[in-house]
């Protein structure tokens, strides 16, 4: 839990405010978002189109459809987060990885994934599919 090289929410983890035309002041938002997309973002607030080929959505406030998973990758490991379960795993490892229920635990203390088979299967396939959907 001491650096930044985990799949824990203190290192992934990082508040985004936007101010500008169009955007409501004082409003605040729970959207998944990723740091590429603040790029679609600026590109679609600027009135030019997101390039085809750029794997990024504009943020839900230029228009954009939140994302209904965040995926991010370091080192060993890996981790896909839908808002409120996080599933990551070390990579190459036989591990079974851990899942967290973040609205339960935002500590990230105890691990679930005895207690939620369901959502454990469902982020490992969208975690799978979003590794051979990059050809990781």
Same mark, same amino acid.
């Given at each position: 839990? *001491? ?38 973002? =600026? ?27 965040? @995926?991010?990758?370091?080192?060993? *490991? ?6 409120? @379960? ?13 899942? *967290? ?25 969208? =975690? ?9």
């Amino acid at each position: 839990r *001491w650096t930044k090289a985990v799949a824990l929410e203190g290192s992934v983890r990082v508040p985004l405010i936007v101010a500008g035309p169009g955007v409501v002041a004082g409003e605040v938002r729970d959207d998944l978002v990723e740091l590429i997309d603040v790029g679609a973002s =600026l590109l679609t607030a600027g009135g030019v189109a997101v390039p085809a080929g750029m794997d990024a959505r504009p943020l839900s406030v230029h228009g954009g459809v939140p994302r209904e998973a965040q @995926f991010s990758a370091l080192g060993d *490991w890996e981790m896909v987060c839908d808002g409120r @379960f996080k599933f990551a795993r070390h990579v190459g490892r036989d591990s079974p990885g851990s899942l *967290w229920d973040l609205d339960a635990d935002p500590a990230e203390t105890t691990n679930r994934r005895d207690e939620f088979p369901e959502e454990l299967a469902r982020l490992r396939a969208c =975690l799978a599919a979003e590794a051979a959907r990059l050809a990781v």
